[in-house]
């Protein structure tokens, strides 16, 4: 069974400085998705950045970029020049093909806090 | 377009009591899903629709039944509340046509059960 996991539960950041989010995942599959998404106090789920497994390029989004290694299975998130409004929850997700339809996992999280 | 919507945004119940939870898609989206969000536990998937008239049990569906109305509509059903279920629930619907496979979500449901 596939896993996620994000062993950083809470972390902080200097505004304007860069913060890296870790994640580590568990498959067998060779084509797959990977997300991260935010969730700020207004409890709101949205998608920050995605990548294609069969993509060697890792993703980049303005200010957020990631490092995708398949061989490792760590996909963690690096968020530069960080502000307030990235306060917020974030979560890695996994996205596969099982039994002919595609189903998500999701990391426990991380709780992440700009400080002025 | 609303996105994914749902009602109601907070709720009480009683143990024992029963509800449900609607959910609603305007995006013609083939697939939709249920989560529940604990502290430290991310989200967990109750049940899942991949197209209209199907639907599967995801990680944690003890407790719940889902109806998947029509292509827009994917309701979850408490029949008998218990305490462990208070949670905050997500809405979910998603479409592979589209070959980005983002999940677009509903603003939740804060459920207590008292």
């Known amino acids: 069974a596939q896993t996620v996991t994000q062993s950083q539960p809470e972390m902080s950041v200097q505004e304007a400085e860069t913060v890296t989010l870790s994640c580590t995942y568990d498959?067998?599959?060779?084509?797959?998705?990977l997300f991260w998404y935010k969730q700020p106090p207004s409890r709101q789920m949205i998608l920050v950045i995605r990548?294609?497994?069969?993509?060697?390029q890792n993703a980049t989004e303005n200010r957020f970029s990631v490092n995708f290694q398949k061989a490792a299975k760590s996909f963690s998130l690096k968020i530069s020049d960080s502000q307030l409004g990235d306060t917020a929850m974030y979560f890695c997700a996994f996205m596969g093909f099982t039994s002919g339809t595609y189903k998500y996992i999701f990391g426990t999280g991380t709780r992440l806090k700009v400080l002025a | 377009n609303a996105g994914v919507t749902q009602t109601p945004k907070f709720q009480v119940l009683k143990t024992g009591q029963s509800m449900t939870l609607q959910c609603a898609q305007d995006m013609n989206h083939n697939s939709m899903y249920w989560y529940r969000q604990d502290p430290g536990m991310g989200l967990r998937l109750i049940y899942y629709s991949a197209s209209e008239g199907t639907t599967d049990k995801g990680e944690v569906p003890n407790g719940y039944n889902v109806s998947r109305l029509n292509k827009r509509e994917f309701s979850l059903r408490l029949e008998s509340a218990a305490p462990s279920q208070t949670s905050v629930y997500f809405c979910?619907?998603?479409?592979?046509?589209?070959?980005?496979?983002?999940?677009?979500f509903g603003p939740g449901t804060r459920l207590t059960v008292t």
């Open positions: 979910a619907s998603s479409e592979a046509a589209t070959a980005s496979y983002e999940q677009y």
């Open positions: 990548q294609e497994a069969y993509k060697q």
């Open positions: 498959t067998s599959e060779s084509n797959y998705y």
